[in-house]
Nanobody, 123 residues
Framework: QVQLVESGGGLVQAGGSLRLSCAAS????????MGWFRQAPGKEREFVAA????????YYGDFVKGRFTISRDNAKNTMYLQMDSLKPEDTAVYYC????????????????WGQGTQVTVSS
């Protein structure tokens, strides 16, 4: 089973940028559709973005509005989330996961997950 490790989170000022990475173990990463979710304190896990196995057909949560870009490099077994124009409301733990049902928006459509990386955006 693939194992996932997120990195790249941190503290950034509003309007700034971060790039998250999701490193996968195993040679089967290229077979999986993948995605990102986030969870803020006291809130449910929220869909952020997803991408298919070949790096095409990305789709995003409504709140993204062109600020984030999902991508992947199968040669490096890594998926990325470029986040620009960050807002304080983007503060959350960001998780990557295998997308079991492409087009899905619900956490039950994903799994397994990584351990998450904290993103904090100050105003």
């Amino acid at each position: 089973q693939v194992q996932l490790v997120e990195s790249g989170g941190g503290l950034v000022q509003a309007g700034g940028s971060l790039r998250l990475s999701c490193a996968a173990s195993g040679r089967t990463f290229r077979n999986y559709d993948m995605g990102w979710f986030r969870q803020a304190p006291g809130k449910e896990r929220e869909f952020v973005a997803a991408i298919n196995w070949s790096g095409g057909t990305p789709y995003y949560g409504d709140f993204v509005k062109g600020r984030f870009t999902i991508s992947r490099d199968n040669a490096k077994n890594t998926m990325y989330l470029q986040m620009d124009s960050l807002k304080p409301e983007d503060t959350a733990v960001y998780y990557c996961g295998v997308l079991r049902k492409f087009g899905g928006l619900d956490p039950v459509d994903f799994g397994p997950w990584g351990q998450g990386t904290q993103v904090t955006v100050s105003s």
